[in-house]
Every structure is written in structure tokens, then in C-alpha cells.
């Protein structure tokens, strides 16, 4: 297996990641890198507990709160330290199945991005409510209509970079703040000739937790795939 990190965010996951850090070890050979965004319920914790049990674990206490794009730009950073030949990025919630991090990035030997997609194979998604499931699979519908991505799931967060096409996006320069941040590296990613996959998964609606997404969220993802679309022309990606 080539050396992998997986990065996961987290903001109150405290039952979720005592979960999916096991699983995730279990799944394959990597290392596991951890921001916690100055979890109020202690996820924090547990992270350093488990750290501290099995040294693949590494904690990043992200503080002070700056929401998940930033939480991503300082898991990369310590990723791209451990020099691994790929790099993952998946939530905590246990929506991304961990079982499918070894094919994910098997597939990347032939890609330099691949994503777990929930709008390949139709809709794979499982317990999500009607409502949460359309402004997805139309938000998705958007986003490919302005920006012209051939990508069936711009949104999803279940994502393997290979090192260099990770370093290739400089997601340092990245301007989205929240989930929009998914959709602007992957259009980075194919603005600049990478090679892209779509791996089609099971998406299960969390057990433990609220969802992060908020109106905010919403909106910034509506306005900046114009922003994009604009930016590449004037050349300022």
C-alpha cells in the first residue's frame, strides 16, 4: 500500500470519531490526521487519547475556530510533512464508508484526483431528508452547468490527491471558506489538466451529531462557482 494520510476535520464528533479513526486503520495502511476546530464537547480529547494509544493518530487543535476550509488547509500542511504519495480527505460522521479507502486509492494510480461519488450510479444516498437531498443533487446540477466540470458529485467532501496534484491546486491560495471549498479544488484541479476519477459510494446520513451546513454555507457555494468561472478567465487562479 503506498503511504497514505487521511485528513478529517472535525467540529463536536466527539462519538463520531472514537468510531471512524479505528475504522480507518483498520481499512488500510495510513496515517490519520485529525484537526479538531475548537470542539466545545471535547472531541479534542479523544483525538489526543487516541493519539497517544497508536502513533499513526496526529492531532491538530485548530484554534480559534475558522470553519472547515481552513481546518483542511492545516491538515494538508501537516499531510504534506509526512510525505505520503497520497493524500485523503473524508468526514468524520461516518458518512464516507471507510471500507472504500483502499480502492479509492487504488484508482489513484491512474488519477490524480479521485472522488466518492453519491451521483454516478443514479442517487447512492441513504437517511438523508427529501430536502437535504435535493438542494445537493441540484446544487451539484448548478455548479457543473456554470463551471462546464464533467463531475457528477462537485460537492462531496470523500476526496485522494495525489502529493503532487495536491500541491499542484495550492490549496493555500483556495478563497472558499466552507463546503464551496470542495467544489473549488476540484475545479482547480481540472482548470489545470488533472487527471480525475469518479468512484461511485454508498453515502450514509450520520447517527451521532448535527450536520455543519447552514443558509451561509449555502449561499457562498451559489456565488462562487461565478467567482471561478470569472477568476480562470482573468487568470487569477
Excluded at 44 to 65: I, S, T
Excluded at 106 to 122: F, I, K, N, T, W
Aim: aromatic content about 8%; hydrophobic content about 45%.
Amino acid at each position: 500500500m503506498p503511504r497514505t494520510v487521511v485528513v478529517i476535520p472535525t467540529y463536536n464528533e466527539r462519538e463520531n470519531i472514537q468510531r471512524i479513526a479505528p475504522q480507518v486503520l483498520a481499512a488500510t495502511d495510513c496515517d490519520v490526521v485529525v484537526v479538531d476546530d475548537e470542539s466545545p464537547d471535547g472531541t479534542g480529547a479523544v483525538v489526543a487519547e487516541l493519539a497517544a494509544q497508536d502513533d499513526r493518530v496526529h492531532l491538530v487543535n485548530h484554534r480559534p475556530k475558522l470553519g472547515i476550509a481552513q481546518a483542511y488547509k492545516a491538515g494538508f500542511q501537516l499531510a504534506l510533512e509526512l510525505r505520503p504519495e497520497f493524500i485523503v480527505q473524508m468526514d468524520a460522521d461516518l458518512s464516507h464508508p471507510p471500507a472504500m479507502l483502499p480502492r479509492l486509492v487504488e484508482l489513484a494510480a491512474d488519477a490524480d484526483l479521485v472522488l466518492g461519488s453519491r451521483y454516478v450510479h443514479g442517487i447512492t444516498v441513504v437517511n438523508w431528508p427529501i430536502e437535504r437531498l435535493l438542494l445537493s443533487y441540484f446544487g451539484n446540477w448548478y455548479t457543473r452547468k456554470v463551471t462546464g466540470m464533467p463531475v457528477r458529485d462537485t460537492t462531496g467532501g470523500f476526496k485522494c490527491w495525489r502529493r503532487e496534484a495536491l500541491l499542484a491546486i495550492q490549496p493555500e491560495r483556495v478563497r472558499s471558506n466552507g463546503y464551496a471549498f470542495q467544489i473549488e479544488t476540484t475545479y482547480r484541479a481540472w482548470k489545470r489538466g488533472l487527471r480525475i476519477r469518479e468512484l461511485p459510494i454508498i453515502f450514509m446520513d450520520r447517527e451521532f451529531g448535527e450536520s455543519k451546513m447552514s443558509k451561509r454555507i449555502g449561499l457562498e457555494a451559489l456565488w462562487i462557482v461565478w467567482w471561478l468561472r470569472v477568476a480562470h478567465r482573468l487568470g487569477r487562479l
